[in-house]
């Protein structure tokens, strides 16, 4: 799953999501923004650089747990 926020149209910055129970959690390792997504419900809140013109996209890819430790013969 490849999310892409389109809220700011000045430089781009790339975020790496990680779930955190429901939600999925996407940081900017450039600032400090931050956008979260509950999975469940929909819900976003975002924490952005105050002024900011800086465009953010993510990704999340899910790991399935049953293809780890399992190595190719």
């Not at 430089?11 to 900017?28: A, I, M, N, P, R």
């Not at 600032?31 to 809140?45: M, Q």
């Not at 900011?52 to 190595?71: C, E, N, W």
Request: aromatic fraction near 6%; charge should be positive; hydrophobic fraction near 25%.
């Amino acid at each position: 799953m490849q999310i892409e926020f389109k809220d700011q149209e000045a430089s781009v910055h790339k975020c790496q999501g990680k779930k955190e129970g429901d939600w999925l959690v996407f940081t900017c390792r450039l600032c400090d923004y931050e956008r979260r997504i509950h999975l469940s419900t929909g819900k976003t809140h975002v924490k952005q650089v105050e002024g900011s013109a800086i465009r953010h996209t993510g990704t999340f890819r899910q790991v399935d747990p049953k293809m780890l430790g399992q190595s190719s013969n």
